[in-house]
């Protein structure tokens, strides 16, 4: 059975700790199981983590207030993870990986040029969160006396990294099972957590942050939108193509959107309420975000914190590096599929190691990466929102793997508004705290959008717009014509 073909004869029940046979196939009715209910496991827990309250601090960076950033937030988080759940649509139609599912727009190999960006952009949060766990346990480490040093963080990265490339190579079953007691452990941790610093909390500091402009809460939407929903957008049919055909369309939207967003929201809110009690502790919050929330906690809560972080954060790992497998193997990479998790493994700790031992700034690097790769996914976005919406039949999915069926070889004419729409897009972005991305904006002055609008990254939204629009309006005879062979 070759990766590119119908599992026909996979084993119908997967146990947990059996390599998946699964790679980027059509998954086959006999295999296919559950309700849009159980996707709100995997979603949940690769979101709970208390990653989530540092982003209290990097929407307060954008020099908004603690009820602007609330609404930007609500916002940024619902809509952002809606857009996964309208995608994961495309999953229980297609039985097919995300990745493969965009052949229908862009062609059998005019896809791979997506598939190269999906690639980078799960690998690159694949191993944001391994630094971040990375530090965080060298950090209570050190509080407790037990380190801190180079030691302690090579041995927190192989743990981090053998608990993600585990739940990557193994596959599905494993993956929504540890996914399943990740969320329990981490959302009664995460409250006790809560339960303990809620007292720092010093509401009048907070409600006394002045209000920043427009353009400011709109740099602040679309950062918050691109750490969350538009960051697994190019993963949201991954988990869905499991589900019977018969499932509610409705169901895995709701599903999808709610598991997504409901932690985050939650995180979301109570780290704009830390951060802005606290100048001191948002500042050490962008040089390690998880870590520096260790400080404020008792002695005798670190060990239960590290555990919440880690679990946390190898819970969004996890997801990433199963979807950047099958995004490796849709680019045509033929290796087995649990080989492409382990090679985006070794991947994730050349990265570690590098920002760990080698770089800083972690901020300054994080927004530059998420705002950079998070144009051309905005764009691919919004081809494939506009192509699924007007899809009126299931894939045919035998033509998603050959470039002489009705999908075709290469649609140029999605591949130019992908080219066109980063372009123009990163010409509307800046990343002034990554030096290697000084180069972006250049659209700026042009379209006397300088000053006060260089910070707000429109470009984020207007390359999710295009890509959108464009393909609406012009893809439609060409998703009829398909639809019609």
């Known amino acids: 059975m070759t990766h590119e073909t119908t ?3 996979a084993a119908a029940e997967v146990r947990p700790f059996q390599v998946e046979a699964n790679g980027i196939n059509v998954i086959s009715d006999e295999e296919r199981k559950g309700t849009p209910r159980q996707l709100f496991w995997p979603w949940f827990a690769a979101n709970v983590s208390v990653l989530g309250l540092s982003y209290g601090t990097f929407a307060l960076g954008f020099g908004i207030s603690f009820w602007q950033a609330v609404v930007v937030g609500l916002a940024g988080i619902v809509v952002s993870f809606l857009l996964c759940g309208f995608i994961a649509v495309a999953g229980k139609r297609g039985s097919a990986p995300t990745m493969v599912l965009s052949r229908a727009a862009f062609g059998v190999r005019g896809n791979r040029l997506v598939s190269l960006i999906s690639w980078m952009l799960t690998v690159g949060w694949e191993t944001v969160l391994t630094i971040l766990a990375t530090l965080a346990t060298s950090t209570v ?27 990557g190579v193994l596959g599905f079953d494993l993956i929504m099972r540890m996914q399943a007691v990740i969320t329990i452990v981490t959302a009664v941790l995460t409250v006790i957590y809560i339960g303990f610093v809620a007292s720092r909390i010093d509401f009048g500091t907070v409600s006394a942050i002045p209000g920043g402009s427009a353009q400011n809460v709109i740099g602040a939407l679309v950062f918050l939108m691109t750490g969350f929903g538009l960051g697994w957008v190019n993963a949201a049919a991954d988990y869905s193509r499991y589900l ?96 492409a998790a382990f090679v985006d493994g070794v991947v994730v700790v050349l990265g570690t190691i590098y920002v760990v031992f080698f770089a800083n700034n972690f901020q300054g690097q994080f927004t530059g990466f998420l705002i950079t790769l998070g144009v051309p996914i905005a764009v691919w976005c919004g081809v494939m929102l506009a192509d699924v919406a007007l899809r009126r039949r299931d894939y045919t999915e035998a033509d998603l793997y050959d470039p002489n069926g009705r999908y075709g070889d290469v649609r140029w004419s999605a591949i130019a508004v992908v080219l066109a729409g980063t372009a123009i897009g990163w ?32 470009g984020v939204l207007v390359a999710l717009v295009i890509g959108f629009v464009v393909t609406l309006v012009s893809g439609r005879g060409r998703v009829r014509a398909q639809e019609e062979l």
């Not at 480490?141 to 990265?157: Q, S």
């Not at 001191?280 to 404020?296: F, H, K, N, V, Y």
């Open 7 to 9: 599992a026909a004869d």
């Open 141 to 167: 480490f050190e509080r407790l006396g037990w380190g801190g040093g180079d030691a302690t963080k090579i041995i927190a990265l192989l743990v981090v990294t053998v608990l993600t490339v585990a739940g």
């Open 244 to 339: 019977p055909r018969s499932s509610s369309s409705r169901g895995v939207i709701g599903w999808t959107a709610f598991g997504s967003s409901l932690a985050p929201v939650i995180l979301l809110v109570f780290g704009l309420l830390l951060a802005g009690s606290s100048t001191e502790l948002s500042q050490a919050i962008g040089a390690d975000p998880i870590g520096a929330l260790a400080t404020i906690l008792p002695t005798w809560f670190l060990v239960p914190f590290a555990l919440v972080a880690v679990l946390g954060l190898v819970g969004g790992a996890v997801l990433n590096i199963y979807s950047s497998g099958l995004t490796l193997l849709a680019l045509g990479i033929r290796i087995p599929r649990y080989a």
């Open 427 to 458: 010409g509307l972005v800046t990343n002034t705290a990554a030096d290697w991305l000084s180069w972006q904006g250049y659209l700026l002055d042009p379209f006397g959008l300088g000053g006060a609008w260089a910070g707000a990254n429109l």
